[in-house]
Each structure stands twice: as structure tokens, then as C-alpha cells.
């Protein structure tokens, strides 16, 4: 065997291996256990918190994410496996998301400018591009958002991305391309380079 097919062998395996854990936790989840609940938890709240980050600010991710986990643990029963748990959870992560954003624009009298000051010892803002692609993407419709870092920042097919989003995949590619034309609009009006 060559070494090519000797690593997309060993891949598939990891793959195979991947699913039956994680649907193992899921069912250990569903029985009640709470040792299962936490390694899930760990497993995918970075993920479902940087999501909120860039989907809803600094400010509110900490509460959505956790929103997010008592969602997914309440719902779980509905997952039926058709797709990876990452990509219901992203689904629901997004939805969440796009709630909250809608929720605050009915409440707001005045437009949010930019997030508020973080210190600059946070690492995932100590550069002034990342600032400024934040800002950006904060400018772009929760939408256009969602799918953009679904799929720059989760690396998403756009199958799961239309599994997490709800819209057609060929809607998918639409979006993302305007998303993608619309973020470099903002940052070269924000002074990119």
C-alpha cells in the first residue's frame, strides 16, 4: 500500500472512529449522564463561542453559548445522526444568534459603532487587523455574517452549511459571495490596505 492511500485509510478510520464516539456521547447524553454532558460540552464550546463572537460581540457571547449547550442538551433527542453534531449544533449556534440580533435591533434606540475596548492582552484581538476585521464583519447583515464564518472559521462544506443555515446549497454560494464582496467593501472603507 502507498503512502497516499495508507493516510486516506487511516483517515477514514479516524473518521468512522470520530462518529461512533461522538454518537456514543450523544446517546450517554441522552441517558443523563452528566460526565458525557461535559465532555461534549468541552468538545464543541470553543467552537460554538467564537461563532458568537464574531456573530454577536464580546459582550453577549458568554450568555448565548451557554444558551446555545442548554438548547442542544433539551433538543438533543431530536438529533437524528442525518448530519455531524457539529453541524446541528452550528444550525442551532446560528439561529441563537440570528435571534438575539434581531431581539436587540427591536429593543435599540441607537446603533451599536463598534464593540466595546478589550484589554490587549486578549490574543484573539492583539493585532489591528483583527480589530479591523471584526468591526467589518460586525457591519455585514447577521445573515451574510453567519455563513461567512461558518465557513471561513468552521470550515463548513456548503452542505453543511445549508444544513446549519436551513437555506438551499446553492444559496449557499450566492451568499457567500456577497458576503465576501460586501466585507471587502467595509474594510476598504474602514482604511484597509
Same mark, same amino acid.
Request: proline share 3%; with cysteine.
Given at each position: 500500500?502507498?503512502?497516499?492511500?495508507?493516510?486516506?485509510?487511516?483517515?477514514?478510520?479516524?473518521?468512522?472512529?470520530?462518529?461512533?464516539?461522538?454518537?456514543?456521547?450523544?446517546?450517554?447524553?441522552?441517558?443523563?449522564?452528566?460526565?458525557?454532558?461535559?465532555?461534549?460540552?468541552?468538545?464543541?464550546?470553543?467552537?460554538?463561542?467564537? /461563532?458568537?463572537?464574531?456573530?454577536?460581540?464580546?459582550?453577549?457571547?458568554?450568555?448565548?453559548?451557554?444558551?446555545?449547550?442548554?438548547?442542544?442538551?433539551? $433538543?438533543?433527542?431530536?438529533?437524528?445522526?442525518?448530519?455531524?453534531?457539529?453541524?446541528?449544533?452550528?444550525?442551532?449556534?446560528?439561529?441563537?444568534?440570528?435571534?438575539? /440580533?434581531?431581539?436587540?435591533?427591536?429593543?435599540?434606540?441607537?446603533?451599536?459603532?463598534?464593540? &466595546?475596548?478589550?484589554?490587549?492582552?486578549?490574543?484573539?484581538?492583539?493585532?489591528?487587523?483583527?480589530? /479591523?476585521?471584526? $468591526?467589518?464583519?460586525?457591519?455585514?447583515?447577521?445573515?451574510?455574517?453567519?455563513?461567512?464564518? /461558518?465557513?471561513?472559521?468552521?470550515?463548513?462544506?456548503?452542505?453543511?452549511?445549508?444544513?446549519?443555515?436551513?437555506? &438551499?446549497?446553492?444559496?449557499?454560494?450566492?451568499?457567500?459571495?456577497?458576503?465576501?464582496?460586501?466585507?471587502?467593501?467595509?474594510?476598504?472603507?474602514?482604511?484597509?490596505?
Amino acid at each position: 500500500m502507498d503512502e497516499a492511500s495508507q493516510e486516506d485509510s487511516d483517515t477514514t478510520i479516524h473518521n468512522a472512529t470520530s462518529i461512533a464516539s461522538t454518537q456514543q456521547l450523544v446517546d450517554d447524553c441522552l441517558a443523563g449522564d452528566r460526565c458525557a454532558m461535559q465532555q461534549l460540552y468541552e468538545q464543541c464550546s470553543d467552537d460554538v463561542y467564537g /461563532l458568537m463572537i464574531r456573530m454577536v460581540g464580546r459582550q453577549d457571547a458568554d450568555d448565548l453559548t451557554q444558551q446555545v449547550f442548554l438548547t442542544m442538551f433539551r $433538543k438533543l433527542h431530536q438529533f437524528n445522526g442525518q448530519s455531524k453534531l457539529e453541524t446541528w449544533l452550528y444550525r442551532l449556534a446560528t439561529n441563537e444568534a440570528l435571534q438575539h /440580533l434581531r431581539r436587540t435591533k427591536r429593543r435599540s434606540t441607537a446603533p451599536l459603532v463598534g464593540e &466595546p475596548e478589550v484589554s490587549d492582552a486578549d490574543p484573539i484581538v492583539a493585532n489591528e487587523e483583527v480589530q /479591523l476585521i471584526e $468591526k467589518a464583519m460586525l457591519c455585514l447583515e447577521p445573515e451574510l455574517r453567519a455563513i461567512l464564518l /461558518l465557513k471561513e472559521q468552521q470550515n463548513l462544506s456548503y452542505r453543511e452549511i445549508a444544513e446549519s443555515t436551513g437555506i &438551499p446549497e446553492g444559496t449557499v454560494g450566492s451568499r457567500l459571495n456577497r458576503a465576501r464582496k460586501e466585507l471587502r467593501e467595509v474594510l476598504a472603507k474602514l482604511g484597509w490596505e
